[in-house]
């Protein structure tokens, strides 16, 4: 089974710290992908990586940066959190997808509270 | 531009009745459908996916989906519910051209015993 691990279940932070999430997938997935969850509004795409070191912006990405630096590996940074990204963030990894109708796989979450 | 909508915010149903989630989706070219399932303080897993081939699509848990081209639709039915099935789910889409998955605002599914 594919397996996306994000090691912090729920985390509480302070307006203007720097917050980590860290995500790691088992499955040698080329794609890695760090969603967005906000009652009402659905899944936004944040950033995703096609590949080591390779990043692009999804459709929210400001406030955000990503760090790739092992394929396995994803990291959604939070330079300085702010309130409005008080959320439920989702890390999901997958095979190529253009034109091949692969699935993206989901972990199980991260519920971050900015204080 | 890519779109999906589900209608219905939430959707309830009795026990042992049958249910459908309903999802409507807007692309160019061919799509490629998906639904996945949430659990409360979960991620999301995935159920099934229509690519191409049978328009019934058969998935996990005992659910399946129609694609109906004519009409953009794919919804998600199951014959017979279960109160473990209340949860809220997800339609998506992506097509041959892009790498990208569009989600639905998701609908919350209510099953009563």
């Known amino acids: 089974d594919v397996k996306v691990t994000q090691s912090s279940r729920y985390l509480v932070k302070r307006t203007g710290e720097k917050v980590f999430l860290e995500c790691v997938q088992d499955?040698?997935?080329?794609?890695m992908f760090w969603y967005r969850q906000d009652p009402g509004l659905g899944l936004r795409l944040i950033y995703f990586?096609?590949?080591?070191?390779?990043?692009e912006k999804g459709d929210i990405p400001e406030g955000y940066s990503v760090s790739r630096e092992k394929k396995e590996r994803f990291s959604l940074i939070l330079e300085s959190a702010s309130t409005n990204q008080t959320s439920m963030y989702l890390c999901?990894?997958?095979?190529?997808?253009?034109?091949?109708?692969?699935?993206?796989?989901f972990g199980e979450g991260s519920w971050l509270t900015v204080v | 531009a890519q779109s999906v909508a589900q209608p219905e915010d939430q959707v309830k149903v009795a026990e042992g009745n049958p249910l459908t989630v309903k999802c409507t989706y807007s692309?160019?070219?061919?799509?490629?459908l998906f639904w996945y399932v949430q659990y409360p303080n979960r991620g999301l897993q995935f159920l099934l996916k229509y690519i191409t081939g049978d328009n019934l699509v058969k998935g996990s848990y005992g659910f399946e989906a129609e694609f109906n081209k004519s009409q953009t639709s794919f919804h998600l039915k199951k014959p017979s519910a279960l109160v473990s099935d209340s949860a809220l789910y997800f339609c998506?889409?992506?097509?041959?051209?892009?790498?990208?998955?569009?989600f639905g605002q998701g609908t919350t599914l209510q099953v009563k015993p």
């Open positions: 990586s096609y590949d080591v070191k390779m990043k």
């Open positions: 999901a990894s997958s095979p190529p997808l253009r034109g091949t109708g692969n699935t993206i796989y």
């Open positions: 499955m040698d997935h080329e794609n």
């Open positions: 998506a889409v992506s097509t041959s051209n892009t790498g990208k998955l569009i």
């Open positions: 692309v160019s070219g061919n799509p490629y």
